[in-house]
């Protein structure tokens, strides 16, 4: 905004120039002594020179003459994180390492631990677009650690990422499915509910009997809150919704024709079931049937 006074009424207009191109203001006609002329759609973090322009109501011209600097444009977006791996997983010193790119230089931190609470966290301050934090103090024998990767920009901008996996604590890798209407379900869809992914097949006895207890929880708890996801094992749309009319089961059930989602999961018992929290993180993992609703709802109220 541009402000002047001129000691009679007058016209106000603004010239501004930036290198050799310059714009004008539209004259405004009311005869004032007190002006004011806002530009807009300036350049951030530039200097432009500006011309207060008056003339008086007998057509005299007086100019003002000066230059101002617009502040630079704020950053407010976060680094992305990708292309996470892990590697030089080394069980007799305890150790490994955490690598992954940003595209823009951040800091790099890990916290990581056995439990969702992590408990143990590394910390380099140093701007970087590859980043490598190596992991030290770890328990041998085949331990399974969380971790979570933080980044942070120059402007303070954080990006948190959690590697996509069919372990606890890593993000449940998505997927889309058809139901026994052929619509497609995407497990991202869900996000912000808690998800039950349940790998089951139809002639799986303890798949059949857990069925009932998951049903009574898809029952009781809130669709806001919970929802089933059933895939099965690549059995016909026909075999089946014969089961389901059987059981009268309600929660969807989607079909795994080509296994490529139980393969994600690595999944190698049946039933398996990955309890997904709100925020996409397999929180449980039950390798076999669940003996009762109560089972299932304990696991669900620790979230």
């Given at each position: 905004m541009?402000?002047?006074v001129t000691?009679?009424p007058?016209?106000?207009?603004?010239?501004?120039?930036?290198?050799?191109?310059?714009t004008?203001?539209e004259p405004?006609?009311p005869?004032v002594?007190?002006?004011?002329?806002?530009?807009?759609?300036?350049?951030?973090g530039?200097?432009?020179?500006?011309?207060a322009i008056?003339?008086?109501?007998?057509?005299?011209?007086?100019?003002?003459e000066?230059d101002l600097?617009?502040?630079?444009?704020t950053d407010?977006t976060?680094p992305m994180?990708?292309?996470?791996?892990?590697?030089n997983i080394?069980?007799s010193?305890?150790?490994a390492?955490?690598e992954?790119k940003?595209?823009?230089?951040a800091t790099?931190?890990?916290?990581y631990?056995?439990?969702?609470?992590?408990?143990?966290?590394?910390?380099?301050?140093?701007?970087?677009?590859?980043?490598?934090?190596?992991?030290?103090?770890?328990?041998?024998?085949?331990?399974s650690y969380?971790?979570k990767?933080?980044?942070?920009d120059?402007?303070g901008?954080?990006a948190?990422?959690?590697?996509a996996?069919?372990?606890?604590g890593?993000r449940?890798?998505?997927f889309?499915?058809?139901?026994?209407?052929?619509d497609?379900v995407?497990?991202?869809?869900?996000h912000?509910k808690?998800?039950?992914?349940n790998?089951?097949?139809?002639g799986?006895t303890?798949c059949?009997?857990e069925?009932?207890h998951i049903?009574a929880?898809f029952?009781k708890?809130?669709d806001?809150?919970?929802?089933?996801?059933a895939?099965?094992?690549?059995q016909?749309?026909e075999?089946?919704?014969?089961f389901v009319?059987s059981k009268?089961?309600?929660f969807?059930?989607l079909i795994d024709?080509s296994?490529?989602?139980?393969?994600?999961y690595n999944v190698s018992?049946?039933?398996?079931?990955?309890?997904?929290?709100?925020e996409?993180?397999i929180q449980?993992i039950?390798?076999?049937?669940?003996?009762s609703?109560e089972?299932?709802?304990?696991?669900?109220?620790s979230l």
């Amino acid at each position: 905004m541009i402000e002047w006074v001129t000691d009679e009424p007058a016209t106000s207009q603004v010239s501004i120039c930036i290198g050799n191109y310059c714009t004008w203001t539209e004259p405004e006609e009311p005869l004032v002594t007190n002006h004011s002329v806002t530009l807009n759609d300036l350049e951030p973090g530039a200097t432009y020179h500006y011309t207060a322009i008056s003339k008086d109501a007998s057509g005299n011209e007086a100019i003002s003459e000066g230059d101002l600097a617009t502040s630079a444009q704020t950053d407010t977006t976060p680094p992305m994180i990708s292309e996470i791996n892990v590697s030089n997983i080394n069980e007799s010193s305890s150790s490994a390492t955490i690598e992954w790119k940003t595209d823009e230089p951040a800091t790099s931190q890990v916290e990581y631990g056995k439990t969702a609470a992590y408990g143990s966290n590394t910390q380099d301050d140093e701007l970087t677009t590859s980043h490598s934090v190596a992991l030290t103090g770890l328990e041998p024998d085949a331990t399974s650690y969380r971790f979570k990767i933080k980044s942070k920009d120059a402007s303070g901008n954080k990006a948190t990422a959690i590697p996509a996996g069919s372990r606890a604590g890593y993000r449940a890798p998505d997927f889309t499915l058809q139901n026994l209407d052929e619509d497609e379900v995407n497990l991202s869809d869900f996000h912000g509910k808690i998800v039950m992914v349940n790998f089951w097949y139809v002639g799986c006895t303890p798949c059949e009997d857990e069925m009932p207890h998951i049903q009574a929880v898809f029952d009781k708890w809130p669709d806001e809150e919970l929802t089933v996801l059933a895939v099965n094992r690549s059995q016909s749309v026909e075999t089946v919704q014969g089961f389901v009319d059987s059981k009268s089961l309600t929660f969807p059930i989607l079909i795994d024709s080509s296994e490529e989602v139980h393969d994600d999961y690595n999944v190698s018992k049946w039933p398996t079931t990955f309890v997904v929290d709100t925020e996409g993180i397999i929180q449980e993992i039950q390798a076999g049937a669940f003996s009762s609703q109560e089972e299932i709802e304990t696991i669900l109220e620790s979230l």
